[in-house]
């Protein structure tokens, strides 16, 4: 079982998901922290009140003249949750709501925490219920919990907008990375970026202006050695072809040959090289034609011409590149293909000019598009110039090989109005 790919991660979204994650436990170990606190705070105030009560009842009782009246008092509304009990020194304690008790200070028992405090012919003990103790402490972390909540949403929205400006350079520097196209060489900019991205920039800079150095040797060298071939190559054919030598004249077709493959290489670096890339107009019409009859004198099978009644059909491309475009498509389609080859000429929506080339495959090219017929020439050239020359021109170029038969369309995009 293959292992499954790799997906892509995002650095500012796993970085903002461990920082909120580190947030959140120190939030949460703060908030258990304060409320521990505020528990023992809200316990020690509530003592302190009981502690109150207590004196000022003793305090009352010895300044009142008379004997001790025995009762219970609700402290607060008389619920049963705070209550002050008064007893006689010589009376029976009660052992409801709490336990008896022979001891002062305070106490924990099941349900309640009370204070005992002896008097002059007296004991009085203050009574809290544990249940409203813990809902007032409740109460009060519950507010103190309400009043962090709006702060932890501004840090959440604080450390998103802080993330997003200090991921911008980078986020700036992958969009003109990933925006480029494949032959765009000009050097990334490197002014405003952080520290952490300049050596990044600066390295990639250098790797295409080396790119670069070598793509332009690279297309020097093949436009010096074809141009310096092709004067030699046309005195060497014109000696030959006056020649009555049989097997001289046999080197001619190969010759021939040579002479076609010096002018591809110099039609590939002048694509690569993006000389003579104008915006037109050209005339698909009267160029179709003049290549018919130029390559359909010596084709290997013959090419039929649907222009679809239009005497003419300007399109936004170079004539000579478009020549050299349409030239090694039909070179391509005589030389690979192993029948009739059918041109067919339409409009498309919005103006746009559409060109159709099919002929029946060789075998083995539905396959292998630069596949070779037995006997072919060819050396792959063709389509490589094509490629160049329609990204260039910015023509839409769709292949299709199915049912033994090979077929190219071209979209042309309409010519501006003046």
């Not at 609700?74 to 008064?86: A, D, H, K, P, V």
């Not at 997003?164 to 494949?182: K, Y």
């Not at 690279?218 to 054919?237: D, G, K």
């Not at 290549?291 to 004198?297: A, D, Q």
């Amino acid at each position: 079982m293959s292992a499954p790919a790799n997906r892509p991660w995002s650095i500012r979204r796993r970085l903002t998901r461990r920082v909120l994650l580190l947030v959140g436990v120190i939030w949460l170990v703060t908030a258990a922290l304060a409320v521990a606190f505020l528990d023992y705070e809200i316990g020690e105030m509530l003592d302190e009140e009981m502690e109150v009560v207590a004196q000022t009842t003793v305090l009352f009782l010895d300044a009142t003249p008379g004997g001790v009246v025995p009762r219970n008092i609700g402290i607060n509304s008389n619920n049963g949750e705070r209550i002050l009990r008064i007893l006689r020194s010589s009376d029976p304690v009660p052992d409801q709501p709490w336990p008896v008790l022979t001891e002062d200070g305070f106490h924990r028992v099941p349900g309640w925490r009370v204070l005992r405090l002896s008097a002059e012919h007296a004991v009085i003990e203050v009574g809290h219920s544990t249940t409203w103790r813990r809902e007032e402490m409740l109460e009060a972390g519950t507010a103190f919990l309400l009043l962090i909540l709006p702060m932890i949403l501004l840090l959440i929205l604080g450390l998103r907008y802080s993330l997003s400006q200090g991921f911008a350079p980078l986020e700036a520097l992958t969009r003109a990375i990933s925006g480029r196209a494949p032959g765009d060489l000009s050097p990334l900019p490197e002014h405003g970026l952080p520290r952490e991205l300049a050596p990044l920039a600066q390295g990639l800079n250098q790797y295409t202006t080396r790119i670069g150095e070598l793509r332009h040797a690279e297309r020097q060298f093949v436009a010096n050695a074809s141009h310096e071939l092709r004067t030699p190559v046309a005195a060497i054919r014109a000696r030959l072809d006056l020649s009555q030598d049989p097997e001289a004249r046999a080197t001619l077709p190969l010759l021939d040959s040579l002479t076609r493959r010096v002018e591809r290489l110099l039609q590939l670096s002048r694509s690569e090289a993006g000389i003579g890339l104008g915006r037109g107009p050209g005339d698909l019409v009267q160029i179709l034609r003049l290549l018919l009859r130029e390559v359909g004198e010596h084709a290997a099978h013959p090419i039929l011409f649907d222009d679809g009644d239009f005497d003419e059909m300007p399109v936004a491309a170079d004539p000579d590149a478009l020549a050299i475009l349409l030239r090694n498509l039909l070179e391509n389609a005589v030389g690979h293909g192993s029948g009739l080859v059918r041109l067919r000429l339409s409009r498309e929506g919005e103006g746009a000019a559409r060109l159709v080339i099919s002929n029946p495959a060789a075998e083995g090219f539905r396959d292998q598009p630069f596949a070779r017929r037995p006997g072919s020439q060819g050396v792959g050239l063709g389509l490589s110039i094509v490629e160049q020359l329609a990204r260039a021109m910015e023509v839409g170029v769709t292949k299709s090989f199915a049912d033994g038969k090979a077929e190219i369309t071209l979209i042309f995009a309409r010519l501006p109005q003046a």
